[in-house]
C-alpha cells in the first residue's frame, strides 16, 4: 500500500516539478516574448504560420474533438444496449469528462476571461500592452491565454 501510494506521489511530482522549473524559466528569461517574436510578424502584423502547411491543422482544430467526443457518447449509449462494449462505458466517460472539463469548463470559462492576456494580433492592431506570463490582463473577451486548443 505505502509502494502504491509512493508511486503515485512520483508520478505527479516529476511532471508537475519539470513544468514549475520551466515556468520559472519562462518568466525569468522572458521566453514568451522571445519566442513570441519568432512567431508573430509585427511588421505586417500576421502570423506567417497562416501560409504554411500548420494552418489547416489549426483551422480544424475543434472537428478531431467533435469525432472523438461523439464516438465516446456512442461507445457509452451502446454499453448499455450491448453487451460486447459494455467495457468502453468507464473510458468513454472519462473522454467525455475530460473534454468538459478541461477545455471547456476550466481553460474557456474559468481562467480565460480573468486571466485576461491580449493576442499578438490585439497588440499590434489595437495597441494592447504586452502582459507578462503570471500577470493577468485587461483583455475582457476573447483573451490568447491560456489556450484552449491545447
Known sequence: MKFKIFKIFIDFSIPLGILGILSCAILEFNLDQRIQKNIFDSFNGNFPYRHSFWYPLYNF???PTIICVALAGLALLGGFFFKSIEFLRKPAIFAILLILIGPVLIVNI???DKLGRPRP???YERG???VPLFKAGTVERNSS???GHA
Open 121 to 123: 494580433s490585439h497588440i
Open 128 to 130: 494592447e500592452s504586452f
Open 145 to 147: 491565454f491560456p489556450s
Open 61 to 63: 482544430a475543434k472537428i
Open 110 to 112: 474559468i481562467c480565460k
